[in-house]
Protein backbone atom coordinates (compact mmCIF):
# COMPACT_ATOMS: atom_id res chain seq x y z
CA UNK A 1 0.00 0.00 0.00
CA UNK A 2 2.46 2.31 1.18
CA UNK A 3 5.01 1.97 -1.92
CA UNK A 4 2.51 2.03 -3.93
CA UNK A 5 0.87 5.37 -2.73
CA UNK A 6 4.48 6.82 -2.47
CA UNK A 7 5.09 6.42 -6.23
CA UNK A 8 1.49 7.37 -6.70
CA UNK A 9 3.67 10.57 -4.80
CA UNK A 10 6.33 10.51 -6.57
CA UNK A 11 4.50 10.21 -10.23
CA UNK A 12 2.37 13.32 -9.26
CA UNK A 13 5.45 15.52 -8.58
CA UNK A 14 6.93 13.88 -11.92
CA UNK A 15 3.71 15.56 -13.66
CA UNK A 16 3.77 18.32 -11.98
CA UNK A 17 7.26 19.28 -13.10
CA UNK A 18 6.09 18.51 -16.43
CA UNK A 19 3.13 20.89 -16.23
CA UNK A 20 5.10 23.52 -14.50
CA UNK A 21 8.31 23.23 -17.48
CA UNK A 22 5.54 23.45 -20.18
CA UNK A 23 3.98 26.54 -19.34
CA UNK A 24 4.23 29.46 -16.96
CA UNK A 25 7.66 28.98 -15.51
CA UNK A 26 9.49 31.93 -13.65
CA UNK A 27 10.87 34.48 -14.31
CA UNK A 28 7.65 36.58 -15.80
CA UNK A 29 7.54 40.01 -16.71
CA UNK A 30 4.59 42.43 -16.31
CA UNK A 31 3.84 45.71 -17.76
CA UNK A 32 1.31 47.96 -16.41
CA UNK A 33 -1.53 49.05 -18.53
CA UNK A 34 -3.28 51.06 -16.24
CA UNK A 35 -3.56 53.22 -12.92
CA UNK A 36 -1.21 51.89 -10.17
CA UNK A 37 -2.93 49.69 -8.07
CA UNK A 38 -5.42 48.57 -10.31
CA UNK A 39 -3.89 45.34 -10.97
CA UNK A 40 -4.20 46.62 -14.30
CA UNK A 41 -1.07 44.57 -15.87
CA UNK A 42 -0.25 42.21 -18.18
CA UNK A 43 1.84 39.15 -17.81
CA UNK A 44 4.59 37.89 -20.35
CA UNK A 45 6.59 35.00 -20.28
CA UNK A 46 9.93 36.18 -22.00
CA UNK A 47 11.17 32.61 -22.68
CA UNK A 48 7.58 31.63 -24.12
CA UNK A 49 7.56 34.76 -26.08
CA UNK A 50 11.07 33.97 -27.90
CA UNK A 51 10.04 30.33 -28.53
CA UNK A 52 6.78 32.24 -30.55
CA UNK A 53 8.98 34.59 -32.52
CA UNK A 54 10.36 32.07 -35.09
CA UNK A 55 6.13 31.64 -35.89
CA UNK A 56 5.28 34.91 -36.33
CA UNK A 57 8.24 36.05 -38.32
CA UNK A 58 6.92 37.32 -41.73
CA UNK A 59 8.46 35.43 -45.10
CA UNK A 60 10.14 38.33 -47.56
CA UNK A 61 8.52 39.45 -50.56
CA UNK A 62 8.94 38.93 -54.02
CA UNK A 63 10.64 41.71 -55.88
CA UNK A 64 7.44 43.70 -57.09
CA UNK A 65 6.42 43.36 -60.90
CA UNK A 66 5.74 45.74 -63.75
CA UNK A 67 1.81 46.22 -63.91
CA UNK A 68 2.66 47.33 -68.30
CA UNK A 69 1.82 45.05 -70.58
CA UNK A 70 -1.12 42.97 -71.48
CA UNK A 71 -3.99 42.00 -68.92
CA UNK A 72 -3.90 38.69 -67.06
CA UNK A 73 -7.40 37.97 -68.25
CA UNK A 74 -6.78 39.12 -72.22
CA UNK A 75 -3.55 35.99 -72.13
CA UNK A 76 -4.96 32.95 -69.87
CA UNK A 77 -8.71 31.50 -70.38
CA UNK A 78 -10.02 31.30 -66.87
CA UNK A 79 -8.87 34.11 -64.88
CA UNK A 80 -12.21 35.21 -63.34
CA UNK A 81 -10.50 37.70 -59.91
CA UNK A 82 -7.45 38.81 -60.88
CA UNK A 83 -7.71 39.67 -64.48
CA UNK A 84 -6.67 43.23 -64.21
CA UNK A 85 -3.19 42.48 -62.95
CA UNK A 86 -0.82 42.32 -65.99
CA UNK A 87 0.71 38.72 -66.25
CA UNK A 88 4.29 39.79 -64.33
CA UNK A 89 2.19 40.39 -61.65
CA UNK A 90 -0.37 37.55 -61.78
CA UNK A 91 2.73 35.14 -62.12
CA UNK A 92 3.92 37.03 -59.12
CA UNK A 93 1.21 36.45 -57.24
CA UNK A 94 0.97 32.77 -58.13
CA UNK A 95 4.23 32.35 -56.67
CA UNK A 96 3.60 33.93 -53.61
CA UNK A 97 0.04 31.70 -53.19
CA UNK A 98 2.41 28.65 -53.87
CA UNK A 99 5.08 29.60 -51.10
CA UNK A 100 2.06 30.50 -48.29
CA UNK A 101 0.01 27.86 -49.08
CA UNK A 102 1.74 24.70 -50.75
CA UNK A 103 5.14 25.18 -50.42
CA UNK A 104 6.16 21.40 -50.46
CA UNK A 105 3.34 20.51 -53.24
CA UNK A 106 4.32 23.30 -55.68
CA UNK A 107 1.46 24.75 -58.57
CA UNK A 108 -0.03 21.13 -58.70
CA UNK A 109 -1.58 21.50 -55.59
CA UNK A 110 -4.37 23.28 -57.25
CA UNK A 111 -3.16 22.91 -60.32
CA UNK A 112 -4.12 20.13 -63.25
CA UNK A 113 -0.52 20.76 -64.96
CA UNK A 114 -1.26 19.55 -68.56
CA UNK A 115 -4.19 22.49 -68.65
CA UNK A 116 -3.60 25.35 -66.22
CA UNK A 117 -7.20 26.64 -67.01
CA UNK A 118 -8.95 23.83 -65.77
CA UNK A 119 -10.84 24.00 -62.04
CA UNK A 120 -11.03 20.16 -61.84
CA UNK A 121 -9.34 20.41 -58.68
CA UNK A 122 -11.02 21.53 -55.67
CA UNK A 123 -8.58 23.10 -54.49
CA UNK A 124 -8.11 25.86 -57.75
CA UNK A 125 -12.05 26.33 -56.51
CA UNK A 126 -11.12 26.81 -52.85
CA UNK A 127 -8.36 29.40 -53.89
CA UNK A 128 -10.05 31.08 -55.64
CA UNK A 129 -12.98 32.15 -53.19
CA UNK A 130 -10.27 32.79 -50.87
CA UNK A 131 -8.56 35.01 -52.67
CA UNK A 132 -11.89 37.00 -52.46
CA UNK A 133 -12.36 36.60 -49.14
CA UNK A 134 -8.69 37.85 -48.27
CA UNK A 135 -9.77 41.23 -50.33
CA UNK A 136 -13.02 41.39 -48.92
CA UNK A 137 -10.94 41.56 -45.11
CA UNK A 138 -8.35 43.81 -46.37
CA UNK A 139 -10.91 46.41 -47.79
CA UNK A 140 -14.24 45.98 -45.23
CA UNK A 141 -12.81 45.15 -42.22
CA UNK A 142 -10.23 47.88 -41.80
CA UNK A 143 -12.09 48.16 -38.09
CA UNK A 144 -9.97 45.03 -36.97
CA UNK A 145 -7.09 44.50 -39.50
CA UNK A 146 -6.19 48.55 -40.20
CA UNK A 147 -3.74 48.92 -42.39
CA UNK A 148 -1.72 46.10 -41.22
CA UNK A 149 -4.13 44.03 -43.05
CA UNK A 150 -3.99 40.37 -44.34
CA UNK A 151 -2.62 37.53 -46.90
CA UNK A 152 -3.06 33.80 -47.08
CA UNK A 153 0.04 33.59 -45.06
CA UNK A 154 -1.71 34.91 -42.00
CA UNK A 155 -3.57 31.70 -41.90
CA UNK A 156 -2.12 29.30 -43.50
CA UNK A 157 1.48 29.82 -42.46
CA UNK A 158 3.20 27.49 -45.51
CA UNK A 159 0.61 25.14 -44.50
CA UNK A 160 -2.22 23.21 -46.57
CA UNK A 161 -4.80 23.59 -44.00
CA UNK A 162 -4.30 26.26 -41.25
CA UNK A 163 -3.31 25.43 -37.92
CA UNK A 164 -6.76 26.48 -36.26
CA UNK A 165 -9.71 25.86 -37.95
CA UNK A 166 -12.62 24.30 -36.01
CA UNK A 167 -15.94 22.46 -36.68
CA UNK A 168 -19.04 22.23 -34.72
CA UNK A 169 -18.35 19.00 -32.06
CA UNK A 170 -20.98 16.05 -32.67
CA UNK A 171 -24.05 15.70 -31.19
CA UNK A 172 -23.94 14.96 -26.98
CA UNK A 173 -26.18 11.76 -26.85
CA UNK A 174 -26.84 12.02 -23.23
CA UNK A 175 -28.98 14.52 -22.87
CA UNK A 176 -31.78 12.50 -22.00
CA UNK A 177 -29.77 9.95 -19.78
CA UNK A 178 -28.73 10.21 -15.96
CA UNK A 179 -25.04 11.78 -17.62
CA UNK A 180 -27.24 14.62 -18.10
CA UNK A 181 -26.45 17.78 -20.57
CA UNK A 182 -22.73 18.95 -19.68
CA UNK A 183 -23.18 21.70 -22.47
CA UNK A 184 -19.57 21.13 -23.29
CA UNK A 185 -18.42 21.23 -20.02
CA UNK A 186 -15.27 19.16 -18.26
CA UNK A 187 -13.91 18.62 -21.02
CA UNK A 188 -10.66 20.21 -21.01
CA UNK A 189 -10.12 20.94 -24.67
CA UNK A 190 -7.39 23.03 -26.12
CA UNK A 191 -10.15 25.26 -27.31
CA UNK A 192 -10.42 27.09 -24.04
CA UNK A 193 -7.38 26.24 -22.46
CA UNK A 194 -8.12 23.18 -20.71
CA UNK A 195 -10.71 24.99 -18.75
CA UNK A 196 -13.41 23.33 -17.33
CA UNK A 197 -15.56 25.64 -20.02
CA UNK A 198 -17.85 24.78 -22.69
CA UNK A 199 -14.90 23.98 -25.48
CA UNK A 200 -17.20 25.25 -27.95
CA UNK A 201 -17.94 28.80 -27.79
CA UNK A 202 -17.63 29.26 -31.32
CA UNK A 203 -21.19 28.24 -33.01
CA UNK A 204 -23.14 30.48 -30.62
CA UNK A 205 -21.08 33.45 -31.21
CA UNK A 206 -18.72 33.06 -34.51
CA UNK A 207 -21.55 31.27 -36.45
CA UNK A 208 -24.75 32.26 -34.75
CA UNK A 209 -25.15 35.80 -33.07
CA UNK A 210 -25.95 35.19 -29.80
CA UNK A 211 -25.76 38.03 -27.09
CA UNK A 212 -22.22 38.16 -25.37
CA UNK A 213 -23.42 40.43 -22.56
CA UNK A 214 -24.09 38.59 -19.21
CA UNK A 215 -24.22 41.91 -17.04
CA UNK A 216 -27.06 43.29 -16.19
CA UNK A 217 -28.40 46.40 -16.88
CA UNK A 218 -28.40 47.66 -12.97
CA UNK A 219 -26.94 46.14 -9.89
CA UNK A 220 -28.82 43.35 -7.64
CA UNK A 221 -32.36 43.84 -9.78
CA UNK A 222 -34.25 41.10 -9.13
CA UNK A 223 -37.20 41.72 -11.36
CA UNK A 224 -38.47 44.60 -13.67
CA UNK A 225 -36.92 45.55 -16.75
CA UNK A 226 -33.80 46.23 -15.38
CA UNK A 227 -33.25 42.42 -14.34
CA UNK A 228 -30.40 40.14 -15.16
CA UNK A 229 -31.92 37.96 -17.86
CA UNK A 230 -29.06 36.21 -18.54
CA UNK A 231 -28.55 32.63 -17.27
CA UNK A 232 -25.52 30.99 -15.48
CA UNK A 233 -25.05 28.90 -18.58
CA UNK A 234 -24.92 32.17 -20.97
CA UNK A 235 -22.11 33.23 -18.75
CA UNK A 236 -20.46 30.19 -19.07
CA UNK A 237 -20.46 30.49 -22.41
CA UNK A 238 -19.31 33.98 -22.73
CA UNK A 239 -16.57 33.09 -20.31
CA UNK A 240 -15.44 30.49 -22.44
CA UNK A 241 -15.47 32.56 -25.29
CA UNK A 242 -13.24 35.51 -23.63
CA UNK A 243 -10.95 32.15 -22.44
CA UNK A 244 -10.19 31.55 -26.23
CA UNK A 245 -9.75 35.04 -27.23
CA UNK A 246 -7.22 35.46 -24.09
CA UNK A 247 -5.25 32.42 -25.02
CA UNK A 248 -5.27 33.31 -29.31
CA UNK A 249 -3.74 36.63 -28.33
CA UNK A 250 -1.50 35.60 -25.66
CA UNK A 251 -3.03 38.27 -23.33
CA UNK A 252 -4.88 38.62 -20.27
CA UNK A 253 -8.62 39.51 -19.76
CA UNK A 254 -7.06 43.29 -19.12
CA UNK A 255 -5.74 43.58 -22.07
CA UNK A 256 -9.44 44.29 -22.69
CA UNK A 257 -11.25 45.03 -19.89
CA UNK A 258 -10.67 47.23 -16.65
CA UNK A 259 -11.04 44.46 -14.37
CA UNK A 260 -12.70 46.87 -11.95
CA UNK A 261 -15.70 47.58 -14.75
CA UNK A 262 -15.89 44.46 -17.24
CA UNK A 263 -18.96 46.28 -18.82
CA UNK A 264 -16.32 49.48 -19.61
CA UNK A 265 -15.09 50.24 -23.30
CA UNK A 266 -12.40 52.40 -21.91
CA UNK A 267 -9.68 49.85 -23.40
CA UNK A 268 -9.44 50.32 -27.20
CA UNK A 269 -8.65 46.93 -27.81
CA UNK A 270 -12.00 46.02 -26.86
CA UNK A 271 -13.23 47.44 -29.22
CA UNK A 272 -11.02 46.30 -31.89
CA UNK A 273 -12.16 43.07 -30.83
CA UNK A 274 -15.68 43.51 -30.76
CA UNK A 275 -15.29 44.23 -34.64
CA UNK A 276 -13.39 41.08 -34.60
CA UNK A 277 -15.97 39.11 -33.10
CA UNK A 278 -18.15 40.60 -36.43
CA UNK A 279 -15.57 39.75 -38.95
CA UNK A 280 -15.02 35.84 -38.30
CA UNK A 281 -18.98 35.38 -37.57
CA UNK A 282 -18.55 37.17 -41.62
CA UNK A 283 -15.83 35.36 -42.32
CA UNK A 284 -17.80 31.40 -41.39
CA UNK A 285 -21.18 32.43 -42.92
CA UNK A 286 -20.51 34.13 -46.20
CA UNK A 287 -17.38 32.67 -47.23
CA UNK A 288 -16.44 29.66 -45.15
CA UNK A 289 -19.85 28.06 -45.48
CA UNK A 290 -20.99 28.46 -49.09
CA UNK A 291 -17.67 26.26 -49.92
CA UNK A 292 -19.06 23.47 -48.00
CA UNK A 293 -19.72 21.12 -51.27
CA UNK A 294 -16.56 22.46 -52.69
CA UNK A 295 -14.41 19.92 -50.33
CA UNK A 296 -14.17 16.45 -50.15
CA UNK A 297 -15.53 14.48 -47.13
CA UNK A 298 -12.46 14.05 -45.39
CA UNK A 299 -11.95 17.97 -45.15
CA UNK A 300 -15.65 18.03 -43.17
CA UNK A 301 -16.07 18.14 -39.40
CA UNK A 302 -18.49 15.64 -37.72
CA UNK A 303 -21.75 16.96 -38.54
CA UNK A 304 -20.12 17.12 -42.19
CA UNK A 305 -19.30 21.08 -41.51
CA UNK A 306 -16.77 23.13 -43.28
CA UNK A 307 -13.70 23.91 -41.24
CA UNK A 308 -14.19 27.56 -39.78
CA UNK A 309 -12.09 30.33 -38.25
CA UNK A 310 -11.76 31.82 -34.85
CA UNK A 311 -9.53 34.12 -33.29
CA UNK A 312 -6.77 31.83 -33.22
CA UNK A 313 -6.51 31.00 -37.28
CA UNK A 314 -5.43 34.54 -37.77
CA UNK A 315 -4.13 35.85 -34.09
CA UNK A 316 -1.79 31.74 -33.33
CA UNK A 317 -0.87 33.45 -29.98
CA UNK A 318 0.37 36.84 -30.58
CA UNK A 319 -1.15 40.05 -30.00
CA UNK A 320 -1.37 40.88 -33.40
CA UNK A 321 -0.83 38.03 -36.14
CA UNK A 322 2.78 37.77 -37.20
CA UNK A 323 3.38 40.36 -34.49
CA UNK A 324 1.98 43.35 -36.54
CA UNK A 325 3.95 42.66 -39.58
CA UNK A 326 1.97 44.43 -42.43
CA UNK A 327 2.58 41.63 -45.20
CA UNK A 328 -0.94 42.81 -47.31
CA UNK A 329 1.03 46.57 -48.26
CA UNK A 330 3.49 44.20 -50.67
CA UNK A 331 0.70 42.75 -52.67
CA UNK A 332 -2.06 45.09 -53.53
CA UNK A 333 -4.08 42.54 -55.51
CA UNK A 334 -4.86 41.52 -52.21
CA UNK A 335 -6.00 44.94 -50.55
CA UNK A 336 -8.96 45.88 -52.07
CA UNK A 337 -12.09 43.81 -53.67
CA UNK A 338 -11.67 42.84 -57.85
CA UNK A 339 -14.26 44.47 -60.10
CA UNK A 340 -16.86 41.71 -60.42
CA UNK A 341 -16.26 40.21 -63.86
CA UNK A 342 -18.27 38.27 -66.69
CA UNK A 343 -19.46 35.23 -65.82
CA UNK A 344 -21.63 32.71 -67.39
CA UNK A 345 -24.38 34.30 -68.87
CA UNK A 346 -27.97 33.82 -67.14
CA UNK A 347 -29.49 30.34 -68.58
CA UNK A 348 -32.62 30.49 -70.72
CA UNK A 349 -35.49 29.38 -69.56
CA UNK A 350 -38.39 29.02 -71.95
CA UNK A 351 -41.14 27.10 -71.94
CA UNK A 352 -39.70 25.18 -74.92
CA UNK A 353 -36.45 25.95 -75.30
CA UNK A 354 -33.52 25.64 -72.24
CA UNK A 355 -30.27 26.90 -72.65
CA UNK A 356 -27.53 26.48 -69.86
CA UNK A 357 -24.11 27.32 -69.36
CA UNK A 358 -20.92 25.65 -68.45
CA UNK A 359 -17.42 26.66 -66.35
CA UNK A 360 -14.19 25.80 -68.70
CA UNK A 361 -13.50 21.91 -68.28
CA UNK A 362 -16.97 21.92 -66.25
CA UNK A 363 -19.47 18.93 -66.81
CA UNK A 364 -21.55 19.84 -63.60
CA UNK A 365 -24.35 22.70 -63.70
CA UNK A 366 -24.21 25.33 -61.09
CA UNK A 367 -27.26 26.02 -58.91
CA UNK A 368 -27.69 29.03 -60.95
CA UNK A 369 -27.47 27.40 -64.02
CA UNK A 370 -29.74 24.57 -62.70
CA UNK A 371 -32.50 27.18 -62.14
CA UNK A 372 -32.86 28.02 -66.07
CA UNK A 373 -35.20 24.47 -66.42
CA UNK A 374 -37.57 25.35 -64.22
CA UNK A 375 -39.91 26.24 -67.41
CA UNK A 376 -38.91 23.26 -69.31
CA UNK A 377 -39.98 20.75 -66.55
CA UNK A 378 -43.51 22.73 -66.26
CA UNK A 379 -43.99 22.14 -69.78
CA UNK A 380 -43.15 18.90 -69.62
CA UNK A 381 -44.72 17.95 -66.68
CA UNK A 382 -48.12 19.48 -68.32
CA UNK A 383 -47.81 17.69 -71.43
CA UNK A 384 -47.43 14.39 -70.74
CA UNK A 385 -46.47 12.99 -74.44
CA UNK A 386 -44.11 15.65 -75.38
CA UNK A 387 -40.47 15.04 -75.42
CA UNK A 388 -37.32 16.72 -74.94
CA UNK A 389 -34.19 16.77 -77.15
CA UNK A 390 -31.36 17.77 -75.75
CA UNK A 391 -27.40 18.54 -76.84
CA UNK A 392 -24.01 19.63 -75.64
CA UNK A 393 -21.60 21.92 -76.84
CA UNK A 394 -17.78 22.88 -76.29
CA UNK A 395 -15.81 25.62 -77.07
CA UNK A 396 -13.38 25.78 -79.05
CA UNK A 397 -9.75 25.69 -76.96
CA UNK A 398 -8.26 22.63 -75.65
CA UNK A 399 -7.97 19.40 -77.09
CA UNK A 400 -10.62 17.95 -79.70
CA UNK A 401 -11.00 14.68 -78.29
CA UNK A 402 -11.37 15.39 -74.52
CA UNK A 403 -13.86 18.19 -76.04
CA UNK A 404 -16.15 15.64 -77.86
CA UNK A 405 -16.23 13.68 -74.05
CA UNK A 406 -17.29 17.08 -72.72
CA UNK A 407 -20.05 18.00 -74.53
CA UNK A 408 -21.68 14.92 -74.27
CA UNK A 409 -21.03 14.55 -70.55
CA UNK A 410 -22.37 18.45 -70.27
CA UNK A 411 -25.86 16.49 -71.83
CA UNK A 412 -25.93 13.45 -69.45
CA UNK A 413 -25.56 15.85 -66.65
CA UNK A 414 -29.08 18.30 -68.16
CA UNK A 415 -30.37 14.92 -68.61
CA UNK A 416 -30.05 13.77 -65.06
CA UNK A 417 -31.19 16.82 -63.25
CA UNK A 418 -34.70 16.37 -65.85
CA UNK A 419 -35.33 12.76 -64.39
CA UNK A 420 -34.29 14.14 -61.11
CA UNK A 421 -37.35 16.14 -61.82
CA UNK A 422 -39.57 13.58 -62.50
CA UNK A 423 -39.58 13.16 -66.15
CA UNK A 424 -39.66 9.77 -67.33
CA UNK A 425 -36.17 8.59 -68.92
CA UNK A 426 -37.86 7.70 -71.79
CA UNK A 427 -39.01 11.47 -72.77
CA UNK A 428 -35.65 12.88 -72.74
CA UNK A 429 -33.47 11.75 -76.45
CA UNK A 430 -29.65 12.71 -76.69
CA UNK A 431 -29.65 14.18 -79.86
CA UNK A 432 -25.38 14.51 -81.27
CA UNK A 433 -25.45 17.94 -82.77
CA UNK A 434 -23.80 18.59 -86.54
CA UNK A 435 -21.40 20.50 -84.76
CA UNK A 436 -20.72 20.34 -80.88
CA UNK A 437 -17.36 23.03 -81.41
CA UNK A 438 -20.05 26.16 -80.94
CA UNK A 439 -17.12 28.51 -81.70
CA UNK A 440 -13.94 29.16 -83.99
CA UNK A 441 -11.44 30.44 -81.74
CA UNK A 442 -10.72 30.51 -78.13
CA UNK A 443 -12.58 29.77 -74.65
CA UNK A 444 -16.08 31.71 -75.50
CA UNK A 445 -18.08 31.16 -72.40
CA UNK A 446 -21.60 31.31 -74.45
CA UNK A 447 -20.37 28.24 -76.28
CA UNK A 448 -19.80 26.00 -73.75
CA UNK A 449 -23.71 25.11 -73.27
CA UNK A 450 -26.31 22.43 -73.29
CA UNK A 451 -29.01 22.86 -75.05
CA UNK A 452 -32.49 21.45 -74.23
CA UNK A 453 -35.57 21.74 -76.90
CA UNK A 454 -38.99 20.35 -76.95
CA UNK A 455 -40.11 18.91 -80.58
C1 LIG B 1 -3.31 27.71 -53.90
C2 LIG B 1 -3.77 27.39 -55.22
C3 LIG B 1 -2.90 27.75 -56.42
C4 LIG B 1 -1.57 27.48 -56.58
C5 LIG B 1 -0.62 26.77 -55.62
C6 LIG B 1 -1.21 27.96 -57.90
N1 LIG B 1 -2.30 28.50 -58.51
FE1 LIG B 1 -2.39 29.25 -60.43
N2 LIG B 1 -4.37 29.66 -60.18
C7 LIG B 1 -5.07 29.51 -59.00
C8 LIG B 1 -6.36 30.15 -59.14
C9 LIG B 1 -7.43 30.24 -58.08
C10 LIG B 1 -6.43 30.67 -60.47
C11 LIG B 1 -7.58 31.47 -61.07
C12 LIG B 1 -7.46 32.93 -60.65
C13 LIG B 1 -8.65 33.78 -61.03
O1 LIG B 1 -9.70 33.24 -61.42
O2 LIG B 1 -8.54 35.04 -60.95
C14 LIG B 1 -5.16 30.32 -61.10
C15 LIG B 1 -4.84 30.60 -62.43
C16 LIG B 1 -3.60 30.37 -62.99
C17 LIG B 1 -3.29 30.62 -64.39
C18 LIG B 1 -4.23 31.08 -65.47
C19 LIG B 1 -4.64 29.86 -66.29
C20 LIG B 1 -5.70 30.15 -67.34
O3 LIG B 1 -5.44 29.97 -68.53
O4 LIG B 1 -6.82 30.55 -66.95
C21 LIG B 1 -1.95 30.35 -64.54
C22 LIG B 1 -1.12 30.50 -65.83
C23 LIG B 1 -1.45 29.91 -63.26
N3 LIG B 1 -2.48 29.91 -62.34
C24 LIG B 1 -0.15 29.54 -63.00
C25 LIG B 1 0.31 29.03 -61.80
C26 LIG B 1 1.68 28.65 -61.56
C27 LIG B 1 2.81 28.73 -62.58
C28 LIG B 1 1.74 28.18 -60.28
C29 LIG B 1 2.96 27.69 -59.50
C30 LIG B 1 4.06 28.67 -59.39
C31 LIG B 1 0.41 28.29 -59.72
N4 LIG B 1 -0.43 28.81 -60.67
C32 LIG B 1 0.08 27.89 -58.44
C33 LIG B 1 -4.65 28.87 -57.87
C34 LIG B 1 -3.35 28.40 -57.64
C1 LIG C 1 -8.78 34.07 -42.47
C2 LIG C 1 -7.96 32.91 -42.69
C3 LIG C 1 -7.63 32.50 -44.12
C4 LIG C 1 -7.04 33.26 -45.10
C5 LIG C 1 -6.63 34.73 -45.03
C6 LIG C 1 -6.87 32.38 -46.23
N1 LIG C 1 -7.33 31.14 -45.95
FE1 LIG C 1 -7.29 29.51 -47.20
N2 LIG C 1 -8.30 28.42 -45.79
C7 LIG C 1 -8.76 28.91 -44.59
C8 LIG C 1 -9.60 27.90 -43.96
C9 LIG C 1 -10.28 28.02 -42.60
C10 LIG C 1 -9.63 26.79 -44.85
C11 LIG C 1 -10.38 25.49 -44.69
C12 LIG C 1 -9.47 24.41 -44.24
C13 LIG C 1 -9.64 23.14 -45.01
O1 LIG C 1 -9.08 23.05 -46.13
O2 LIG C 1 -10.32 22.24 -44.53
C14 LIG C 1 -8.80 27.16 -45.99
C15 LIG C 1 -8.54 26.31 -47.08
C16 LIG C 1 -7.79 26.66 -48.18
C17 LIG C 1 -7.48 25.77 -49.27
C18 LIG C 1 -7.88 24.29 -49.36
C19 LIG C 1 -6.75 23.45 -48.80
C20 LIG C 1 -7.05 21.99 -48.65
O3 LIG C 1 -6.11 21.19 -48.80
O4 LIG C 1 -8.19 21.63 -48.32
C21 LIG C 1 -6.73 26.47 -50.19
C22 LIG C 1 -6.15 25.97 -51.48
C23 LIG C 1 -6.60 27.82 -49.66
N3 LIG C 1 -7.24 27.89 -48.45
C24 LIG C 1 -5.92 28.84 -50.29
C25 LIG C 1 -5.84 30.14 -49.80
C26 LIG C 1 -5.24 31.24 -50.54
C27 LIG C 1 -4.61 31.15 -51.91
C28 LIG C 1 -5.36 32.35 -49.75
C29 LIG C 1 -4.94 33.78 -50.04
C30 LIG C 1 -5.41 34.35 -51.29
C31 LIG C 1 -6.01 31.93 -48.51
N4 LIG C 1 -6.29 30.60 -48.58
C32 LIG C 1 -6.29 32.78 -47.44
C33 LIG C 1 -8.46 30.13 -44.01
C34 LIG C 1 -7.84 31.17 -44.67
C1 LIG D 1 -9.13 40.47 -26.77
C2 LIG D 1 -10.04 41.26 -25.99
C3 LIG D 1 -10.72 40.58 -24.81
C4 LIG D 1 -10.15 39.78 -23.86
C5 LIG D 1 -8.69 39.32 -23.77
C6 LIG D 1 -11.18 39.46 -22.92
N1 LIG D 1 -12.36 40.05 -23.29
FE1 LIG D 1 -14.14 39.93 -22.31
N2 LIG D 1 -15.06 40.98 -23.81
C7 LIG D 1 -14.44 41.48 -24.93
C8 LIG D 1 -15.45 42.01 -25.83
C9 LIG D 1 -15.19 42.62 -27.19
C10 LIG D 1 -16.72 41.82 -25.21
C11 LIG D 1 -18.09 42.21 -25.75
C12 LIG D 1 -18.48 41.24 -26.86
C13 LIG D 1 -19.72 41.67 -27.61
O1 LIG D 1 -20.51 42.44 -27.09
O2 LIG D 1 -19.86 41.22 -28.75
C14 LIG D 1 -16.42 41.17 -23.92
C15 LIG D 1 -17.40 40.84 -22.98
C16 LIG D 1 -17.12 40.30 -21.75
C17 LIG D 1 -18.10 40.08 -20.70
C18 LIG D 1 -19.56 40.46 -20.80
C19 LIG D 1 -19.67 41.91 -20.35
C20 LIG D 1 -21.10 42.42 -20.38
O3 LIG D 1 -21.26 43.59 -20.75
O4 LIG D 1 -22.02 41.69 -20.02
C21 LIG D 1 -17.43 39.52 -19.64
C22 LIG D 1 -18.02 39.14 -18.32
C23 LIG D 1 -16.05 39.36 -20.01
N3 LIG D 1 -15.88 39.84 -21.30
C24 LIG D 1 -15.07 38.80 -19.21
C25 LIG D 1 -13.77 38.54 -19.62
C26 LIG D 1 -12.82 37.76 -18.87
C27 LIG D 1 -13.08 37.14 -17.52
C28 LIG D 1 -11.68 37.70 -19.60
C29 LIG D 1 -10.38 36.93 -19.30
C30 LIG D 1 -10.55 35.50 -19.20
C31 LIG D 1 -11.92 38.46 -20.82
N4 LIG D 1 -13.20 38.94 -20.80
C32 LIG D 1 -10.98 38.64 -21.82
C33 LIG D 1 -13.06 41.47 -25.17
C34 LIG D 1 -12.13 40.73 -24.45
C1 LIG E 1 -8.55 37.53 -40.53
C2 LIG E 1 -7.54 37.51 -39.49
C3 LIG E 1 -7.96 37.91 -38.09
C4 LIG E 1 -8.91 37.31 -37.31
C5 LIG E 1 -9.82 36.13 -37.65
C6 LIG E 1 -8.88 38.02 -36.05
N1 LIG E 1 -7.95 39.03 -36.08
FE1 LIG E 1 -7.53 40.32 -34.58
N2 LIG E 1 -6.19 41.31 -35.78
C7 LIG E 1 -5.87 40.94 -37.07
C8 LIG E 1 -4.88 41.86 -37.60
C9 LIG E 1 -4.23 41.82 -38.98
C10 LIG E 1 -4.62 42.81 -36.57
C11 LIG E 1 -3.62 43.98 -36.60
C12 LIG E 1 -4.31 45.29 -36.86
C13 LIG E 1 -3.41 46.49 -36.56
O1 LIG E 1 -2.23 46.46 -36.95
O2 LIG E 1 -3.88 47.41 -35.89
C14 LIG E 1 -5.47 42.44 -35.45
C15 LIG E 1 -5.54 43.14 -34.24
C16 LIG E 1 -6.27 42.75 -33.14
C17 LIG E 1 -6.30 43.46 -31.88
C18 LIG E 1 -5.55 44.76 -31.57
C19 LIG E 1 -4.30 44.49 -30.83
C20 LIG E 1 -3.65 45.77 -30.35
O3 LIG E 1 -2.81 45.67 -29.45
O4 LIG E 1 -3.97 46.86 -30.87
C21 LIG E 1 -7.12 42.75 -31.04
C22 LIG E 1 -7.45 43.09 -29.61
C23 LIG E 1 -7.63 41.61 -31.78
N3 LIG E 1 -7.09 41.64 -33.06
C24 LIG E 1 -8.51 40.67 -31.29
C25 LIG E 1 -9.11 39.65 -32.06
C26 LIG E 1 -10.13 38.77 -31.57
C27 LIG E 1 -10.68 38.76 -30.15
C28 LIG E 1 -10.47 37.93 -32.60
C29 LIG E 1 -11.52 36.82 -32.63
C30 LIG E 1 -12.85 37.20 -32.26
C31 LIG E 1 -9.66 38.33 -33.74
N4 LIG E 1 -8.84 39.36 -33.37
C32 LIG E 1 -9.71 37.71 -34.98
C33 LIG E 1 -6.37 39.84 -37.77
C34 LIG E 1 -7.36 38.99 -37.32
Known amino acids: MITTSRLFRGLMAVVAAGLLAGCERPPIDTVQTGYRGTAMEQVYNPRLLAKEAALNAAPAALEPASNEGPRARDIYKNVQVLGDLSVGAFTRHMTSITQWVAPGEGCGYCHN ?80 AYSSLPFDPFTPYLLGAQDIRVNGLEAMAQSGDKANRHSTKQAEHTFALMVHMSKSLGVNCTYCHNTRDIQSWERPQRTTSWYGIRMARELNNEHMVPLTATFPANRLGPKGDVAKVNCTTCHQGAYKPLYGAAMAKDHPELLSLAKPQAGLPAPLSEAMRSVLYFGVGASVLDTEQAKGLAQLIATMAATPTAKVAISGYHSASGDPAANQELAKARAMQVRDSLTAAGIAVDRVVLEKPMQAEANLAGEDPAARRVEAKIN
Open 113 to 192: LANLADDSKYTKVVARKMIQMTQAINSNWKTHVAETGVTCYTCHRGNNVPANVWYSPKDRNNANSLLGDTAGQNMGMKTV
